[in-house]
């Protein structure tokens, strides 16, 4: 029996954005949770404890940053790591981020690549992961 992919919520409300990211997470291995704005990343985050927050920073409902700080003021989501991917690009909002809590910021536009490779890096620091093959599902 091979292991259970690992679970990621990825929110973002541009949704050609959103496929890119769902795509490279799955052909990478993982299952992905897609959502449209930080209150459903956060809904999932605290009833699926997914291994990995994925936060746009601009979002209607909720911004990534609100989800952030919501995320980690709550006992049952604080230790699930958090990457933001956003078009917010100063020093100011990397710092915000980072304050917050977040475990990685990557600016739009992005690399596939990078995001992956970043990915990895937040899941397994060792580098001893193997993701297997996994699904995507989306919450609207």
Same mark, same amino acid.
């Given at each position: ?5 690992l679970?990621?919520v990825v929110? $973002? ?5 959103l496929?890119?990211?769902?795509h490279a997470?799955r052909?990478?291995g993982?299952?992905v ?6 209150e ?15 936060l !746009?920073g601009?979002m209607?409902?909720m $911004?990534?940053?609100a989800?952030l700080?919501?995320?980690?003021? $709550?006992a ?6 958090v990457?933001m991917l956003t078009a917010?690009?100063?020093?100011d !909002? ?10 990685g910021?990557i600016?739009?536009p992005?690399?596939?690549r ?17 993701p297997t ?8």
């Amino acid at each position: 029996m091979s292991p259970r992919p690992l679970q990621i919520v990825v929110a $973002d409300d541009d949704v050609m954005i959103l496929d890119v990211v769902r795509h490279a997470l799955r052909s990478d291995g993982y299952d992905v949770i897609a959502v449209k704005n930080g209150e459903l990343a956060l809904h999932q985050a605290q009833f699926k404890g997914p291994a990995l927050v994925i936060l !746009d920073g601009s979002m209607p409902v909720m $911004d990534g940053y609100a989800a952030l700080a919501a995320l980690k003021s $709550d006992a049952t989501t604080t230790s699930i790591p958090v990457l933001m991917l956003t078009a917010r690009r100063s020093a100011d !909002d990397v710092r915000r981020a980072i304050d917050l809590g977040a475990s990685g910021y990557i600016a739009k536009p992005f690399e596939t690549r990078v995001l992956l490779q970043r990915v990895r890096s937040i899941l397994n620091p060792a580098a001893t992961h193997t993701p297997t093959v996994g699904g995507t599902e989306f919450i609207d």
